[in-house]
């Protein structure tokens, strides 16, 4: 007993688009609007390509957000719920079992790789657009599936490394998240907490100078290392530059004002690392702030997806998880789906 016996490419054409976005996110910096421009997701024979590259490196995670529910029987249904993590079985629909893309593909690398590599030519043959459903600031539900259990798939930006840590932690879920090991950090930023912004104490200084001659010597040390004279990293030194001169230093500062100033040090130790020590940046990102604006595509059964809300919009979790929650069921709740 297969998934393949039951399920075809087909059966996932509708939402092949959103493994293609997932996939973007993790090597691209772009919000959303740039990503539904962006010719890897809307055009069907580069989306096909692309994905295609995904497949040769088995790079399976992103077909995860590809998922359909399909009646296969009872005793199948079972079967497939039991052997496959993350397929979705509910005794309400005893005959009917959902699975995603990866469940697909992975299953039929094993039984025909021949087949395998073809399925992806197929893929150029769907054309199905992402039109978001709605938008909540940050938050984005880009594509809903209502029967049976449904399913939910959400473009979320502007949060921070320390909420994914704890968004991950809800295993039955689905991530694409954007990679610091591919993506540039010239131009990422930290997301200050409210508690930080705050805060009117403040606290005096007085070997502030000091500080800013630290920066402009790293800098310095920088700009005579790189040793690449690509525009990307031309562009790349160019916005280092203007952070260290845009840099606010005085002999009493703010909590708000530290956190800056921590951030933009621990960018310029990055590239030092990346450009004079010549260590790569899959490394290098380790010295980076816990709490870096990133981009992420989440998606789950609604029934997953409410269980990480009903858990995270409460008054005991912390508020940026709490905030994102909050906005997921308001999205949710306009599509009559919460």
Known sequence: MKITDFFSLEDFSKTIPFTALGARVCYNDGDLQSLLNDPRVVDKQTRANFLSKLGNYKHFSVFSHSFVYKKVGELN?????ATKFKSHYNPKYPDVIGVSLR??????????PQQYLKAFEK??????????????????LIGLI??????????????SRTLTHQLVRHTALNFSQRSQRYV???????????????????VDLKTVENIKDLFDEILDIIK?????????????????????????????????????????????????FVHYFKIKREDARFFLP???RTTIVVSGTLSWIRDFIQKRNTPHAQWEIRSLAYKMQQLLEEQGAF
């Open 146 to 159: 209502t029967e049976y259990d449904g399913y939910a798939v959400f473009f979320i930006d502007n949060v």
């Open 77 to 81: 249904a079972l079967k497939i719920a």
């Open 103 to 112: 469940h697909y593909l992975e299953e039929l690398l094993e039984i025909d």
């Open 224 to 272: 005579k290392s790189v040793d690449n004279t690509s525009q990307t990293v031309k562009d790349s030194i160019e916005i280092l530059d203007k952070r260290v001169n845009n840099i606010r230093l005085s002999k009493t500062m703010t909590a708000h004002e530290m956190a800056l100033v921590y951030d933009e040090l621990s960018q310029l130790i990055y590239d030092l």
């Open 290 to 292: 816990n709490g870096r």
């Open 123 to 140: 893929i150029a043959e769907f054309d199905v657009p992402i039109n978001p459903l709605g938008t909540v600031e940050n938050v984005s």
């Open 184 to 202: 540039r950090e010239e131009e990422n930023y930290c997301i200050i907490p409210p508690s930080v912004k705050e805060n009117d104490k403040t």
